[in-house]
């Protein structure tokens, strides 16, 4: 079974600052996929990025990239140059190939100050 | 990315009744669809996958007579939920696939507080 682990409860950043929201994985699978999804107070789920387990580079989405480290088993999103916009709730999840289910970390808070 | 709705945004219902929530991929087909279901301040819990024309499959612990899930054409599916009580008050929100494996595209949610 894989398992998705986001350590961070909360993270606090300032305006303008990069951040880097961890995410963790397990799975004995060799074919997946890694996404992250935003949800602000309203509700809704964001795509933001995702990263193929047989990707060569780390996969960019305008501030956001994906930094995948395969041997640690982490895929954690960087966030450059904070907006306030950005404060919300931050979902990694993961894909096995020839799956159609999503599994879900418990999600990182983003609060982003002036 | 696609986009799909999601209708009522929020409900208000008495006990008892029962509510329906629609969920539409606006500009893709979608042969799967997926019901979530979130309590405050936790994660999405996963509570069943529709493919278009045949019967949805329900997570384990979900009832499947209380939580009716259509899909009856490749841009709506819709989740009943019969005989609503207190405790069945939480966030639904739906997502979409053109392709298993492809990206889910959320919908933007339904509220729920049954009386």
């Known amino acids: 079974a894989q398992k998705i682990t986001q350590t961070q409860p909360g993270m606090f950043v300032q305006e303008k600052e990069a951040v880097t929201l961890d995410c963790t994985y397990d799975?004995?699978?060799?074919?997946?996929?890694l996404f992250w999804y935003k949800q602000p107070s309203s509700g809704e789920m964001i795509f933001l990025i995702y990263?193929?387990?047989?990707?060569?580079q780390n996969a960019t989405e305008g501030r956001y990239s994906l930094n995948f480290q395969k041997a640690r088993k982490s895929a954690n999103l960087v966030i450059s140059a904070s907006q306030l916009g950005d404060s919300a709730m931050y979902f990694c999840?993961?894909?096995?190939?020839?799956?159609?289910?999503?599994?879900f970390g418990k999600g990182t808070m983003l609060l982003v100050s002036p | 990315g696609a986009v799909v709705s999601q209708h009522p945004s929020w409900v208000i219902c008495k006990s008892g009744t029962s509510v329906k929530i629609e969920c539409r991929s606006l500009d893709f087909q979608a042969t799967t669809m997926f019901w979530y279901r979130q309590f405050p301040k936790q994660s999405l819990m996963l509570m069943a996958t529709s493919n278009e024309g045949s019967k949805a499959t329900y997570e384990q612990g979900v009832e499947k007579d209380k939580f009716l899930i259509n899909h009856a054409s490749l841009t709506l599916s819709t989740l009943t939920v019969t005989s609503a009580h207190p405790e069945d008050s939480s966030f639904y929100i739906c997502?979409?696939?053109?392709?298993?494996?492809?990206?889910?595209?959320f919908g933007p949610g339904t509220r729920l507080l049954v009386l």
């Open positions: 999840a993961m894909i096995i190939q020839g799956y159609s289910t999503l599994t």
């Open positions: 799975t004995s699978d060799p074919s997946y996929g």
């Open positions: 997502s979409a696939v053109n392709q298993p494996g492809e990206t889910q595209y």
């Open positions: 990263q193929g387990s047989y990707d060569q």
